[in-house]
Every structure is written in C-alpha cells, then in structure tokens.
C-alpha cells in the first residue's frame, strides 16, 4: 500500500492522487506531492475509476452516438472526442445508430441506462423532436456535426463551405450546376446546399429544382443520385457533392456515362477525407476541422457539465482545389 511505503495518512495520499494538477498544492507539501507521485509512478499504480465515482457521484462516462464509425468523418470526429476526453478525466463510448430513428431512440436508452454523465449526439436530425425528448430526461448533451433547434453543438461553417464552392465553380465559368445534397434531414447537407445555392443566386443564376437531388452519405448513395441527374436529360457542368463520399460515387456515375471527371464535368465534395487527393482525378474539396470539432465538443460538454453557460461553435472550413474541378470551360 502506497500510504505504508510512505509513512502517509491514507487519506493524504489519497488526495495527492486525485488532486487535478493545479490542485496539488492543496492536497499536501509540494515534498509530500513529489513523493506520492513518485512511488505511485515507480508502482504502475492507476486510480480506479470505480472507487473515484462512488465518492463522487459521478461517473465521468460520457457515451457518444454516430450514425456509423465506419464512416471516416465520423471516426476521425470521434478520435477528438475521445483524446479531449482523456485530457479532462473522462471516458467515452461509442454506439452506431445508422441514422434510424429507431435505433437512436434504443440507443439513447442503452446509453442512459449506463448512467453516463453527458451524451454527445452525431446523428442529429435537423427537426430536434427526439432531442427535447432526451432534454427532458435531464442528461446534459452537445451536438457535433450537425446542428439542430438551440441545442450547444460544434460543426463545421457548413453554409460558408458551400458558399466556397459556389464561387470556385462560377469563377470557372460554371453556370449549369447539380447538386448531390445529402439526406434531407441532416443540417450538413441542408447548409451546404443552402450556401451553395445562395452564392449562384447572388451571381443572378437560380438553380433549378430538378438539379438538386438528396442521397445518402455514402459512395453507393452519390452513384445513384448523379445517375438520376444524368439520366434526365443534358448533363450539367458540375456537380457539387455534400460528401466526398457522395462525390466519389458521382465520379463512377459520370465514367459510366462515357464523360471525363474535371474535363466534362467538373466534381467538387466536402470534407477533404483522406482519399480525396489521392483519386486518380484528386477531388476539389472543403476541409472539415474533424478531429477539432470532436475536442470542441467534448471540451463544451466538460463546461457544461461545470455548471457553465455555453454556446455553439462554427469551425471555419478551407477549400482544397485539386483537378476534378480546375477544367475552365471554352
């Protein structure tokens, strides 16, 4: 026992080890300090978090819900969460809900039952109906990735990304533009379109309804809605996919119909996933700060559970340029 080795109250070296580390000088001596961290790193010795959440009702659990870990967006999202969490004490989970309202729902109550002390939602849907259910039940939460109602969350400036390729693709001479826009319940898509759609609107060009299209976020599901636009008549210029995910499944559906990505048809995505400049056309993308809106997520949600006020953030995103899209018209 550390306390024996030491000569020590128990409870003086109790409080050494769960002091937080501006706090140390309040538990004891810096000399006392030194010596208790000292032993208890020589011995491997780690606080058990069990026994820390008994004396403090608390179970510094935080459970985080995402439609998918397999999508590389989310996981990468997650990994902020989960580092952030490790610097604040805490520790996550993480549980798939496939963006099924169902799921969600059971989801949420596998995560409560486990009487965590906050929740993280990735799956919002932009009417927020579910979220006041579980606003109600007490839990604090924050969103990342989507936003919904008034409830805290950290995204990207999904509006502002879109805008971005709007310009780039009017600065090329684009006039007859499609969008690939996600699913229609998800505040990604819906801001990014918006913002796309606005800047050609600004430029005096109202796109029509027809070139807009909704999809899943994925390859299979951008395949299949860029099919639908291009089976409906002339081709547009470009195609703006909300995900580069989506547009990767554009590029299949414009190869299947005998046009060239970048040269026929120019295709921008969002998000800048690792692959994206690695295509064999590399995509015309919009950075998402991924991994910083998990840690801002998490470091929210640690305020809000201090007791503090907070409001949602908008993380600046940054247009990649690369060959799908650099094509000027003739």
Same mark, same amino acid.
């Given at each position: 026992?550390?306390?024996?080795?030491?000569?020590?109250h128990?409870?003086?070296?109790?409080?050494?080890?769960?002091?937080?580390p501006d706090?140390?000088h309040?538990?004891?001596?810096?000399?006392?300090?030194?010596? #208790?961290?000292r032993?208890?790193?020589e @011995?491997?010795y780690?606080p058990?978090?069990?026994?820390?959440? @008994?004396r403090?009702?608390r179970?510094?659990l935080i /459970?985080?819900?995402?439609?998918?870990?397999?999508?590389?967006?989310?996981?990468t999202?997650?990994?902020?969460?989960?580092?952030?969490?490790?610097?604040?004490?805490?520790?996550?989970?993480?549980?798939?809900?496939?963006? #099924?309202?169902?799921?969600?729902?059971?989801?949420?109550d596998?995560?409560?039952?486990?009487? &965590?002390?906050g929740?993280?939602?990735?799956?919002a849907?932009i009417?927020?109906?579910? @979220?006041?259910?579980v606003?109600?039940?007490?839990v604090?939460?924050?969103?990342?990735?989507?936003?919904?109602?008034d409830?805290?969350?950290?995204?990207?400036?999904?509006?502002?990304?879109?805008?971005?390729?709007?310009?780039?693709l009017?600065?090329?001479?684009?006039?007859?533009?499609?969008v690939?826009? /996600?699913? %229609?319940?998800?505040?990604?898509?819906?801001?990014?379109?918006? /913002?796309?759609?606005?800047?050609?609107?600004e430029?005096?060009?109202?796109?029509p309804?027809h070139r807009?299209?909704h999809?899943?976020?994925?390859?299979?599901?951008?395949?299949?809605?860029?099919?639908?636009? !291009?089976?409906?008549?002339? %081709?547009?210029?470009?195609?703006?996919a909300?995900?580069d995910?989506a547009?990767?499944?554009?590029?299949?559906?414009?190869?299947?119909?005998?046009?060239r990505?970048?040269?026929?048809?120019?295709?921008?995505g969002?998000?800048?996933? %690792?692959?994206a400049?690695e295509?064999?056309v590399? @995509?015309t993308?919009?950075?998402s700060?991924?991994?910083?809106m998990?840690?801002r /997520?998490?470091?929210? !949600?640690a305020?809000?559970?201090?007791?503090?006020? #907070?409001s949602?953030?908008?993380?600046?995103?940054?247009?990649? #340029?690369?060959?799908?899209?650099?094509? &000027?018209l003739?």
């Open positions: 026992m550390l306390a024996d080795r030491l000569g020590l128990v409870s003086t070296v109790s409080r050494v080890l769960h002091a937080k706090e140390s309040r538990a004891a001596s810096s000399a006392t300090v030194e010596r #208790v961290r032993l208890a790193d @011995l491997g780690r058990n978090p069990h026994a820390t959440s @008994l403090t009702q179970s510094n /459970g985080v819900l995402v439609p998918r870990l397999s999508d590389i967006v989310l996981a999202i997650y990994e902020g969460i989960e580092e952030a969490a490790g610097e604040h004490g805490l520790s996550t989970f993480v549980t798939n809900t496939r963006d #099924v309202p169902d799921f969600q729902r059971a989801r949420t596998m995560v409560l039952a486990r009487r &965590v002390d929740m993280i939602f990735g799956d849907y009417d927020a109906g579910f @979220l006041g259910e606003a109600a039940r007490g604090p939460f924050v969103l990342v990735s989507r936003r919904a109602g409830y805290p969350s950290v995204t990207c400036d999904d509006y502002l990304g879109g805008r971005m390729v709007g310009e780039h009017l600065s090329l001479g684009h006039r007859d533009v499609a690939v826009a /996600g699913e %229609p319940y998800a505040s990604t898509g819906i801001d990014r379109s918006a /913002g796309f759609a606005d800047a050609y609107a430029a005096g060009i109202e796109i309804a807009f299209t999809s899943r976020f994925d390859a299979r599901g951008g395949h299949e809605a860029t099919e639908r636009l !291009l089976a409906a008549g002339d %081709p547009p210029s470009a195609i703006f909300v995900n995910f547009a990767i499944g554009a590029f299949g559906a414009v190869r299947d119909h005998g046009l990505v970048g040269a026929d048809v120019a295709v921008a969002f998000n800048d996933t %690792p692959l400049a295509l064999p590399p @995509l993308t919009v950075r700060p991924m991994h910083e998990g840690r /997520g998490l470091e929210l !949600l305020r809000l559970l201090q007791g503090e006020e #907070v949602s953030e908008r993380l600046r995103p940054e247009l990649m #340029v690369r060959a799908s899209t650099t094509a &000027v003739t």
